[in-house]
């Protein structure tokens, strides 16, 4: 297209219009140099990539990839934004998570965020992980409650929680209308976490209580971190989150309240993660779906999702914790170009234990960086009119109303919650997941790829388990297999004072094996496995001393095709002879001499890693 601007200078105008078939055109040229002859829409399907729920990522986007309308920011559907301003009045909120059961230490970890960035707090209260309902006060001295408003996470003592809040703001003269925050009641998000049945009527009764006299406080939380937690793809967290609010709404109009009030009771929390255009694309989509649930109930007007974005949990790594700092970044630029009212970052040590004043910093100054440096704020719906964009939440939106209208069908949340529906499908997408997990299709920078075997490990202070964690959904992460590996690597470290090791014999020229001994080394070190690489290069004279060196009986042949042609079965054949008990070859499988196994690119590495450590005694 050629842009006419106003000083009447085309721009681009010697450079003809190119049409969608000349670029398919190209795509074929380009496919055929690298073995694959196909054409047409062939060639753009061969690009392409299917990922989760279905969902295909195209290698191109244009304007005859329709979408619905998405409305004006403030508008029905909402999907550009539930407010008309976005957030460029004052940017997200930017929430900070504690769960501390000292509420001497809390207190001044919560003071220490509101004094540098944070605007709102979230609480865990009560039970084995928060702090004691008795002790709040305390927790909460010399917070002003009518400038930071609180979430609580209160779970079986959701009662004693909000009557203790609503006594502190009472105590500290508090006006009512400036009361804010939400109480965090969750029954149905507790029993997917617990897998005790759920019980409504605590949260309607607390509802109404809210609407009756507190404008700008909220009873419920729709948390689909459960949801994320135990695996889920992106279009169950949004069908659970869904099938959740309209639970809500049948309780709390039930209780006597409107529709359009039992809507403005309800706050959505959704995971973050750091694939930042399916995080936009995610936001976009629950308050679309959202606004048409509302507007089936009859009240159109009451669909602006309120929403709370959390960096996910799923995605934070133990080792090389420091590049979650990366993770959490672009999670939260998805989430606040995604526009989520506020935002959590956890802090990157969130997988090792509580976090100290450091992790919480930089948690916070994320979002200030993102906010006042990056200036994202000042852009109302910055992805909106990207057709990537646009697609990608239409068919994510697709998806999840599918899977709600499943959950309906199987008698609403509690019921599916209750049969094992929603964790039989999540259940599965997590084992396809993993599949790609353990295959580094989907890699995890410092753990599976680039791990660093000398890094010192991160030490802190344990979390105190939480009560509602249990018989329900699993809590999962993606470096899971990766860690039980590293753990076993350990455990022989303190044990003997040395890790496991495999030698790397390369053949031939740096020139030739480099590529694959990089390769090689990369993948041993994902399961603490330490790769030997000295000498630089063998051959079939040489192996039976370089194999005694090495201190190890498992080896693992390096270099090109063409020198495994020719060398690989005599070299193979020499180390089998002095001594060694399984040779692997970086490359695809073929038939060469004395070779066990091979590795490559696409490898179950969980796998392989799993059965070396069993080869060489490591429990």
């Known amino acids: 297209m050629t842009v006419q601007p106003a000083d009447g200078l085309s721009l681009a105008a010697e450079f003809p219009d190119p049409a969608h078939e000349q670029w398919q055109s190209l795509v074929e040229g380009v496919l055929r140099k690298s073995g694959k002859d196909v054409s047409g829409s062939a060639a753009e399907e061969a690009l392409s990539t299917t990922v989760e729920d279905g969902l295909i990522t195209r290698p191109l986007y244009t304007s005859r990839d329709d979408a619905p309308d998405a409305g004006l920011p403030g508008f029905a559907p909402f999907t550009r934004g539930s407010t008309p301003q976005g957030s460029t009045a004052g940017g997200w909120g930017v929430r900070q998570r504690h769960a501390s059961t000292d509420p001497v230490r809390l207190n001044e970890a919560v003071l220490g965020d509101l004094e540098n960035g944070a605007t709102s707090l979230w609480l865990t209260v009560g039970g084995a992980g928060g702090v004691p309902v008795s002790a709040l006060a305390r927790a909460l001295d010399g917070v002003h409650l009518d400038l ?15 009557t203790e809040l609503f006594r502190l703001h009472q105590d500290r003269g508090v006006p009512a209308d400036a009361v804010r925050g939400n ?193 994202l704020a000042r852009v109302i719906d910055p992805a909106g009119g990207s057709w990537y964009v646009e697609r990608l939440t239409d068919e994510l939106a697709d998806a999840a109303w599918a899977f709600f209208q499943e959950i309906e069908r ?45 890094e010192r490990t991160v030490e802190r202070e344990p979390v105190p388990p939480a009560a509602t964690w249990g018989g329900g959904l699993p809590v999962v992460r993606r470096d899971e297999a990766f860690e039980a590996l590293r753990a076993r690597s350990d455990a022989h470290l303190a044990a003997t004072g040395a890790r496991p090791r495999v030698f790397l014999a390369a053949l031939g ?92 690119a696409g490898c179950d590495v969980v796998a392989v890693l799993s059965s070396v450590l069993d080869r060489m005694g490591v429990a």
């Not at 990089?518 to 063998?538: D, K, T, W, Y």
Request: with cysteine; proline share 4%; glycine share 10%.
């Open 410 to 454: 199987a008698g609403g949340q509690a019921a599916a919650l209750g049969s094992g529906m929603v964790a039989d499908r999540i259940a599965a997408t997590w084992a396809a997941r993993s599949k790609d997990l353990a295959r580094r299709k989907e890699p995890i920078t410092g753990v599976s790829e680039f791990p660093q075997l000398a």
């Open 509 to 600: 020229p740096a020139s030739a094996h480099t590529a694959r001994a990089s390769f090689a080394a990369n993948l041993f070190q994902a399961g603490g496995i330490e790769p030997v690489h000295e000498p630089v290069r063998v051959d079939a004279s040489s192996a039976a001393a370089a194999l005694a060196a090495a201190g190890t009986d498992v080896v693992c042949l390096c270099s090109s095709d063409a020198l495994y042609a020719e060398q690989a079965g005599e070299v193979a054949e020499a180390l089998v002879a002095a001594g060694a008990q399984h040779v692997y070859l970086a490359g695809r499988p073929g038939a060469y001499q004395g070779v066990d196994e091979y590795v490559f």
């Open 148 to 162: 930071a408003p609180l979430v609580l996470d209160a779970g079986d003592e959701l009662d004693a929680a909000a």
């Open 183 to 375: 109480l965090g009641a969750d029954p149905l998000g507790q029993a997917a976490r617990s897998g005790d049945e759920a019980d409504l009527t605590s949260a309607a009764r607390w509802a109404k209580h809210c609407a009756a006299g507190y404008p700008g406080l909220r009873a419920l939380t729709v948390d689909a971190l459960p949801y994320h937690e135990a695996g889920g793809s992106a279009a169950q967290e949004l069908g659970s989150s869904l099938a959740t609010g309209v639970a809500y709404l049948r309780a709390l109009t039930d209780a006597g309240l409107g529709v359009d009030e039992a809507c403005a009771q309800l706050e959505f929390r959704y995971a973050a993660t750091a694939d930042q255009f399916l995080t936009i694309a995610k936001l976009r989509a629950a308050r679309r779906l959202w606004a048409r649930v509302a507007e089936v109930c009859g009240a159109p007007e009451a669909g602006a999702q309120r929403q709370h974005a959390v960096t996910s949990p799923v995605m934070m790594t133990r080792r090389d914790p420091w590049v979650n700092m990366l993770r959490t970044t672009l999670a939260c630029l998805g989430a606040g170009v995604g526009g989520a009212d506020a935002v959590t970052v956890l802090p990157f040590d969130h997988a090792l234990g509580l976090p100290d004043a450091f992790a919480r910093r930089i948690a916070r100054n994320t979002s200030t960086i993102l906010l006042e440096e990056s200036h």
